[in-house]
């Protein structure tokens, strides 16, 4: 039998720990949080998958994949999910406003972390792009602001975090194939400059670089309506390749106070070993 107290008083301090569905997730901060193998992201865990939401106690809506859920196989022991190869393959954001868009905040510090599996030979894929222009244009630097891509002709994992010129502030992380790896990127201002860096599973972080955005006030490019996909329609991974995300966490460093190395390690250890 479980006691449950209710307490009289309301708590005012606002330094104490909040309560949250996920070890990774601050006080503040959190945008959003997709974790298939926790039943608050996916709660029948069974294949297909055919919706899945946020664990952030956010305004985040529950999010369906288009058009057919059965492009997407789920395998509740590994946690992965894996597309087919085909464009509809894609699970959707919907068109973002400025008060849900994954980077509401285009001054902001922000910290991304993802796991996924990488096969050993794939074509060039999109695992997933953010902050694209959804009025109809397809222009890489001037419509999508993030990319997260296999590369195999380089047999690395890439975030592109394109300006209006597609100098593309690259990060390239050389992940093993067939194999799950935890991958990172932040964009932070440091002395008036905008910066990024990676990381690789729990590994040591590259060094900060100078952003191609210098000095501007914006660390991610301002689109004027802007939509996402994880499992991106650009190549296509095929489900035999056995290409899959498992978790996927995007954190507002500005708000949160953390550095991308305090996230990534709350990260890592939250889903080193749940996953395979």
């Known amino acids: 039998m479980t006691l449950i107290t209710r307490l009289s008083t309301a708590f005012t301090d606002t330094d104490l720990p909040i309560l949250q569905r996920d070890s990774v997730i601050p006080n503040a901060g959190a945008v959003v949080?997709?974790?298939?193998?926790?039943?608050?992201?996916?709660?029948?865990?069974?294949?297909?998958?055919?919706s899945y939401a946020?664990?952030?106690n956010n305004d985040w809506p529950t999010l369906?994949?288009?058009?057919?859920?059965?492009?997407?196989?789920?395998?509740s022991t590994s946690g992965r999910v894996t597309p087919l190869d085909t464009a509809a393959a894609s699970f959707g954001f919907p068109v973002e406003d400025a008060s849900t868009r994954l980077f509401a905040d285009l001054t902001a510090n922000y910290c991304i972390s993802m796991w996924v599996y990488k096969p050993t030979t794939t074509t060039a894929f999109d695992i997933g792009y953010f902050a694209r222009n959804a009025s109809g244009g397809v222009a890489q630097g001037t419509d999508?602001?993030?990319?997260?891509?296999?590369?195999?002709s380089a047999n690395v994992i890439q975030f592109l975090r394109p300006d209006?010129?597609?100098?593309?502030?690259?990060?390239?992380?050389?992940?093993?194939?067939?194999?799950?790896?935890?991958?990172?990127?932040?964009?932070?201002?440091?002395?008036g400059t905008w910066q990024h860096k990676g990381i690789l599973n729990n590994g040591s972080p590259t060094a900060y670089v100078?952003?191609?955005f210098g000095t501007g006030a914006n660390g991610?490019?301002?689109?004027?309506?802007?939509?996402?996909?994880?499992?991106?329609?650009?190549?296509?991974?095929?489900?035999?390749?056995?290409?899959?995300?498992?978790?996927?966490?995007?954190?507002?460093l500005t708000l949160s106070g953390r550095t991308p190395e305090q996230v990534w390690a709350a990260d890592w250890a939250r889903g080193n070993g749940r996953f395979s």
């Open 33 to 50: 949080l997709y974790d298939f193998k926790n039943p608050g992201t996916w709660p029948d865990q069974t294949s297909p998958i055919t």
């Open 54 to 56: 946020s664990l952030v």
């Open 64 to 75: 369906s994949p288009t058009p057919t859920p059965a492009e997407h196989t789920y395998d």
């Open 144 to 152: 999508h602001s993030l990319i997260v891509r296999i590369e195999p």
């Open 164 to 191: 209006s010129s597609f100098t593309s502030n690259l990060v390239a992380l050389s992940a093993p194939g067939n194999a799950v790896s935890r991958i990172g990127y932040a964009w932070s201002k440091n002395s």
């Open 210 to 212: 100078d952003s191609s």
């Open 220 to 252: 991610i490019q301002d689109n004027a309506a802007w939509t996402g996909r994880l499992f991106g329609a650009y190549g296509y991974a095929s489900a035999d390749s056995g290409m899959g995300i498992y978790r996927f966490y995007v954190e507002n």
